[in-house]
């Protein structure tokens, strides 16, 4: 294993962060909604399950969804399930003040948690994307450096995101807009689920 294929890695992960998806849109309404602490705690939340992921492609998990297909739909109908309940709360509660008591950070950490643990595809993306840029034969200790360089990569990025979207700017500009913007994040999030639930 050489850096420039961590590098790739990097590149590869920091695209696929960006791309709109229900851990993005989750940290999105988590910050501004929430402030930084909120933001933050729900971030570490989904770095640590999308590590998880990633370590479980590198120990060869998505060859056990592929030997008991049974497995991984009982994992995509239990995600696709979280997914659309985190959606009809939304919903639900679009026009309702925010509380003054901030959500716990073990709660808004084990909500983010769940976001990205809903989604049992990302061990399959993971294990393509590990394929194509890594060298095969590695050893335990490149693999766990992997583990490490992606926890730290998400981690930076969602401190970074958290940080920008608590903004008293950003913030403000969320409560004004409160019911409109929970109730497209509420369909965005539940055709995420939908199509997690229907997806092969």
Do not use: C, Q
């Given at each position: 294993?050489?850096?420039?294929?961590?590098?790739?890695?990097?590149?590869?992960?920091?695209?696929?962060m960006a791309a709109p998806g229900p851990a993005l849109l989750f940290a999105l309404r988590q910050s501004i909604s929430g402030g930084f602490a909120k933001g933050f705690s729900?971030?570490?939340?989904?770095?640590?399950?999308?590590?998880?992921?990633?370590a479980a492609a590198l120990l060869g998990l998505e060859v056990v969804f592929i030997l008991f297909p049974s497995t991984y739909l009982v994992m995509k109908f239990v995600g696709?399930?979280?997914?659309?309940?985190?959606?009809?709360?939304?919903?639900?509660?679009?026009?309702?003040?925010?509380?003054?008591?901030?959500?716990?950070?073990?709660?808004?950490?084990?909500?983010?948690?769940?976001?990205?643990?809903?989604?049992?595809?990302?061990?399959?993306?993971s294990a393509s994307v590990l394929v194509v840029i890594f060298p095969s034969g590695l050893v335990i200790w490149e693999k766990a450096a992997i583990v490490l360089n992606h926890l730290m990569v998400e981690m930076l990025v969602y401190t970074l995101f958290a940080a920008l979207l608590s903004s008293a700017p950003a913030r403000h500009?969320?409560?004004?807009?409160?019911?409109a913007i929970d109730r497209v994040s509420s369909l965005l999030l539940g055709a995420l689920g939908l199509r997690l639930l229907l997806a092969k």
């Open positions: 294993m050489e850096w420039t294929h961590v590098f790739a890695f990097n590149a590869a992960l920091l695209a696929a729900t971030g570490m939340g989904l770095a640590f399950a999308a590590t998880f992921w990633t696709a399930a979280y997914l659309i309940r985190v959606a009809y709360v939304l919903w639900r509660d679009a026009k309702s003040p925010i509380s003054e008591s901030i959500t716990s950070h073990g709660r808004a950490f084990r909500d983010g948690l769940l976001v990205n643990l809903s989604n049992p595809k990302s061990v399959l993306f500009g969320y409560l004004a807009m409160k019911p």
